[in-house]
């Protein structure tokens, strides 16, 4: 959670140096907390994995970047770089041009080295790799773990992050299996580290390619110099979600399902957590539980499942504990699950049920879902807590990842590219996915400037800035009359989106064309972050008109519509009676105009 700095409004903050600083402050207050889904080929619509991705931390570097494909000389080291997720989480040229260094920034610095193949795969990163060109995706889920490790470069004796582990599975691997083995195998070898404290030191990964999707957690070893963890591989018609806790419990000795490391069981046996006679679980043994307070994952886990299998009539005040299962691990959908339902799902707040924060006082008059911390240095804490829901107003972006089988990298036939990074800058309820093709992943040019370049420090209005802020500025506009402007903000995103799989698949046709015809992979790839680039850009253009048109359309509490302008609203009566309106001891007089 990101407290908002007493400062704000002093000379301090408009001094560059001490308004760095500040944001520095503020970034260590900072915890990710995140919603992320895995689906197996057989529970989608188009027939292959997806995994999905909340990025639910306020203060994060935002930038979808296209990392290129690089061949390496025989010997070569590879450099493995601490956690940093704020703006800028990396600065350095030779990663990616997107990352090279602006006015004021330095180089980030190496805390290690490991060995390096001769050749790594393109791809497209966030705060943690995303997608490569082989279609191999990863996304992400902060857990609470019983061990705490650091990094070297802190005293510790861990070299690796998730993010470096998610880095290096996309440049080496284009098979799921192969990349829980990649992250699990470097991190028991160099030292895994999650965030300094037992609420986040553990990490989840969901990893699916175009035929497998697995579920992996890893935490850091008690003494810090190694890693444990677990892999199970979500059945075909099925669908797992993962929020802020390890989900994993029995593990069975199937390969084909589950992988682990050497000293799973005998470390949860040293430690205690697991007397070595009784069924073995994962999550018992090494899991502290949700974090932040109940519920605070076990709603968010039966609402991801209730909407893919109602008919599992799942019971949402169980909640859930490390000790014991509550909900099944995963369910099979009662219908395909198609990439639009999967958008929804990511902007849900629990509309329709018992615990619909569009409703009741603390959405307000007009039913807004936001709901800031409950307390901060301006305001004491009391004791409580709102709902948490998959959608949430300080979320950094969002992720819909649905690989295909890319013909320019693996052997075989010719088969359409039309597998697609679906990226939500923001707040996923107020934002617009836009697609990037996955086989234009580590083009230079395979991310619109809107969407690679700009962070929270500085806003300018319209499209010489990030598409972040559209998305920032309808957000908040859109809480001033949640009621009347949220369904202005579906239309345009069930129209926009439509369109937008509408080109992925005429795109994927196109592709394969001309790929059949002759041009090599390179024509193909750089066709592909052409047309990519050119359709993301159109989508950003979309959504700072639509920003424009609410502002203009619903303002000063009034509506102008065509032939309507200044059309009052007003306030609902039944909250207008809750706050004490009609106990007003006489009412005003009417207004005369002379």
């Known amino acids: 959670k990101l407290q908002f700095l007493y400062l704000i409004g002093r000379p301090a903050l408009f001094n560059p140096m001490k308004r760095k600083a500040l944001l520095l402050v503020a970034a260590a207050c900072s915890a990710s907390a995140c919603t992320s889904l895995a689906l197996g080929k057989d529970a989608t619509s188009h027939g292959t994995p997806v995994v999905t991705h909340t990025m639910d931390e306020a203060n994060n570097d935002f930038r979808l970047i296209s990392v290129p494909a690089k061949d390496w000389p025989a010997g070569s080291r590879r450099p493995v770089y601490e956690e ?95 990349a829980v083995e990649t992250m699990g195998k470097y991190g028991t070898e160099y030292g895994f580290y999650g965030e300094a404290e037992m609420e986040g030191s553990g990490e989840s990964l969901l990893v699916a390619d175009t ?125 395909p699950v198609t990439l639009a339902q999967l958008r929804a799902l990511n902007r849900d707040h629990y509309e329709g049920t018992a615990y619909d924060m569009t409703k009741g006082m603390a959405a307000g008059p007009f039913g807004s879902p936001n709901r800031l911390d409950g307390g901060t240095r301006f305001f004491p804490q009391p004791k409580g807590a709102w709902e948490r829901a998959i959608a949430m107003w300080r979320t950094s972006y969002s992720l819909v990842l649905a690989p295909r089988v890319n013909s320019l990298v693996t052997t075989g036939p010719a088969v359409a590219p039309t597998g697609a990074l679906w990226y939500a800058p923001h707040n996923p309820h107020a934002s617009l996915y836009v697609p990037f093709l ?50 202005v903000v579906k239309e345009a995103q069930l129209r926009l989106e439509t369109e937008s799989e509408e080109f992925v698949a005429a795109q994927g046709d196109s592709l394969n064309t001309l790929f059949a015809g002759g041009a090599t992979a390179d024509e193909v790839r750089a066709r592909a972050a052409t047309a990519g680039n050119a359709h993301a850009s159109s989508r950003a253009d979309a959504w700072w008109a639509l ?48």
């Not at 500085?458 to 598409?467: D, L, N, P, Q, S």
């Open 438 to 487: 996955q086989a234009a992943a580590g083009q230079p040019d395979a991310v619109a400037k809107d969407y690679s370049t700009g962070s929270q420090e500085a806003f300018v209005y319209g499209k010489t800035t990030a598409a972040w802020w559209s998305t920032n500025l309808i957000m908040n506009w859109i809480d001033r009359m949640y009621s009347f402007m949220a369904p």
């Open 211 to 335: 035929s497998e999707a697995w579920v992996f957690h890893m935490l850091s070893s008690p003494c810090g110099k190694s890693a444990v963890w677990v892999a199970r591989r979500v059945p075909d018609g099925h669908a797992t979600v993962v929020a802020n806790m390890f989900t994993i419990r029995a593990v069975t000795n199937d390969t084909n399902d589950y992988l682990h490391s050497s000293n799973m069981h005998s470390v949860a046996k040293e430690q205690g957590w697991w007397d070595g006679v009784s069924a073995f679980d994962f999550t018992a043994a090494y899991s502290i539980g949700e974090y932040g307070h109940e519920f605070y994952s076990g709603r968010r886990m039966w609402r991801a499942l209730s909407l893919l299998a109602p008919s599992a009539h799942l019971d949402p005040e169980i909640g859930v504990t490390a000790e014991t299962a509550t909900y099944p691990w995963s369910v099979k959908p009662d219908a």
């Open 547 to 594: 920003a424009g048109n609410l502002v203009q359309q619903f303002n000063d509490g009034y509506i102008n519509a065509p032939g309507a302008t200044g059309t009052i609203v007003g306030y609902p009566s039944w909250w207008l009676q809750r706050v004490g309106y009609t106990h007003f001891p006489t009412p005003p007089p009417a207004e005369k105009c002379t």
């Open 84 to 178: 940093h997720e704020p703006y800028p989480r990396f600065v350095g040229a030779q990663m990616s041009p997107s990352y090279a260094p602006l006015a004021g920034q330095n180089l980030s610095e190496p805390i290690g080295h490991v060995d390096q193949v001769r050749h790594t795969y393109g791809r497209y990163e966030t705060s943690y790799a995303s997608m490569n060109e082989a279609g191999l995706s990863i996304t992400e889920s902060t857990c609470g773990a019983k061990t705490v490790a650091l990094p070297v470069s802190q005293g510790g004796a861990a070299l690796f992050w998730i993010g470096e582990l998610s880095q290096l599975a996309l440049e080496r691997c284009a098979t799921a299996r192969c």
